[in-house]
C-alpha cells in the first residue's frame, strides 16, 4: 500500500507540473514568432513597434483602421493584419498622431514611435522605416499586441486528460501488489507534449475596414514672450533732415513683444514688435533731439530640442521700422527692415527664460536721405506657453 501511495503521489506532481505549464501562459519564444512573422497570403502586414529618445513612463494606444491592437510602453510592440488597400494609423490618445498609406498585398510595414513630453500630455512622433531597421527594432522590443485565440494551443489537453483514465486500473485490483506498478510506467508520457507546439498560423487579430479619419491632436502651441536689454545703433555720424548728426548710439528704453506659434516638430512663426530711443546731436543751430525707432516684424525661427527643458534657436524676420524725431527735430520716417536671430530657451511649462541675439537693419526716409537706424544687441526675458 505504501507503494500504491507513492505512485499516486508522483502521478499528482506529474499531473500538476503539466497543467502548470498549460496554463501559465504562452512560452517566451513565442514573441520571436511574433518578430519573424510574414503576411498571411494576399494580406499585409504592420508592425508599430515605441522607442523613446527619453523613455516616458505613460502608455500609448495603437489604433490600425478603428481597431485598438494594443497600447505601447517603451521597449515595446503590437502587430495588425489588414487588408490591401489605405490603411491608417492613429497613435495615442488626445494628442494623436496620424498616419496614412496604401498597403500592398504579402508585404510588411513598420512604424516607428517617439513619445515626447508636451506641455500638458505626452505627444507622439509616428515614422515609417525600412523593413531591416524595423526587424532590428523589433528584435529589442516586447510584444503586446491583441493575442489571437490560438495563444494557447488546445491541442495539448487529450494528453493531459489520459492521465486519470490509465489511474481506475491501479485501484480496481483488490489486493494484487505486482498491478500496481504499470501506472509507473504509463504515467511519465503526460510530461512528454506539455510544450505546446506553437501553430503557424499566430498572427495578430486581422483589422476592419479603412475608416474615415478621426479628429487629430494639437499639433500647435501658442507662446507670448516678452523681452528687454542692450542695443546698440551701427552708425552714429549720418545726415538727418540736412544736418550733419552725430549719435548717441548706446540706445535707451530697448523692449520687445513677442507672440508666436509653435509647431511641436520646431517650426515656428509670429509677430514682434521692438522698439529703441537714441539721442542725437546736430553741428547746426537746433538743440538736441532724440530719435525712437519702433520696428514690426513677421518672424520664423526653428527650435532644437537639445533636451526637454533647452532649446536653442535660429531664425530671420521682415517688416517696417518707423523712426521719430522729438526734441529739436520733428517728423517721422519709414522703410523695410530685416532681422537675423539666435538665441535659446529654458522650458520649465508653462514658463520659459528667454535669451536672444538679435542683429536688425534698416534705412528710414526718402531715397537718397535715408538714414540707418538698425544696430544689433541682446535680450532677455520670460516666454508664457499657452
Not at 29 to 36: G, L, S
Not at 39 to 52: E, M
Not at 262 to 284: C, I, M, P, Q
Amino acid at each position: 500500500m505504501n507503494q500504491l501511495c507513492a505512485c499516486r503521489s508522483l502521478t499528482g506532481a506529474l499531473l500538476l507540473t503539466a497543467l502548470c505549464g498549460l496554463f501559465s501562459g504562452p512560452p517566451a519564444h513565442a514573441q520571436d514568432d511574433f518578430r519573424r512573422a510574414v503576411p498571411p497570403p494576399g494580406k499585409a502586414l504592420v508592425f508599430v513597434f515605441r522607442v523613446d529618445r527619453e523613455p516616458l513612463a505613460a502608455q500609448v494606444p495603437v489604433i490600425v483602421n478603428r481597431e485598438l491592437i494594443g497600447e505601447l510602453a517603451n521597449g515595446t510592440f503590437v502587430a495588425a493584419t489588414v487588408s490591401p488597400g489605405p490603411t491608417q494609423l492613429r497613435i495615442g490618445q488626445r494628442l494623436v498622431s496620424a498616419l496614412s498609406f496604401v498597403a500592398t498585398a504579402n508585404e510588411s510595414y513598420f512604424v516607428r514611435v517617439e513619445a515626447i513630453a508636451g506641455q500638458t500630455l505626452v505627444r507622439t512622433v509616428a515614422t515609417p522605416v525600412s523593413e531591416p531597421e524595423g526587424r532590428r527594432s523589433l528584435a529589442q522590443s516586447r510584444f503586446v499586441g491583441v493575442a489571437p485565440a490560438v495563444a494557447i494551443p488546445p491541442v495539448v489537453t487529450p494528453p493531459v486528460v489520459a492521465a486519470p483514465v490509465a489511474a481506475p486500473p491501479v485501484v480496481t485490483p483488490p489486493v494484487a501488489a505486482p498491478t500496481v506498478v504499470a501506472p509507473v510506467v504509463v504515467t511519465p508520457p503526460v510530461v512528454v507534449p506539455a510544450p505546446p507546439a506553437e501553430p503557424p498560423a499566430m498572427q495578430p487579430t486581422p483589422a476592419r475596414e479603412v475608416s474615415a479619419p478621426t479628429e487629430p491632436g494639437r499639433d500647435w502651441d501658442f507662446a507670448l514672450i516678452a523681452k528687454a536689454g542692450a542695443f546698440k545703433m551701427a552708425n552714429d555720424n549720418q545726415v538727418v533732415a540736412g544736418l550733419q548728426t552725430t549719435y548717441d548710439t548706446t540706445s535707451s528704453s530697448v523692449y520687445g513683444v513677442e507672440a508666436e506659434w509653435r509647431h511641436e516638430v520646431g517650426f515656428a512663426v509670429g509677430g514682434e514688435v521692438f522698439s529703441y530711443k537714441n539721442d542725437l546731436v546736430t553741428t547746426g543751430a537746433i538743440p538736441n533731439a532724440q530719435q525712437e525707432v519702433l520696428a514690426f516684424m513677421v518672424n520664423g525661427k526653428y527650435y532644437f530640442r537639445a533636451a526637454s527643458w533647452f532649446y536653442p534657436f535660429v531664425g530671420a524676420g521682415i517688416g517696417v521700422a518707423r523712426a521719430t524725431y522729438s526734441g529739436g527735430l520733428k517728423g517721422d520716417a519709414t522703410g523695410l527692415a530685416y532681422q537675423g536671430l539666435a538665441g535659446m530657451e529654458f522650458r520649465f511649462k508653462p514658463v520659459g527664460l528667454y535669451l536672444q541675439y538679435k542683429y536688425l537693419s534698416s534705412k528710414t526716409g526718402d531715397v537718397g536721405k535715408e538714414v540707418n537706424v538698425g544696430g544689433s544687441g541682446i535680450l532677455a526675458g520670460v516666454s508664457i506657453i499657452f
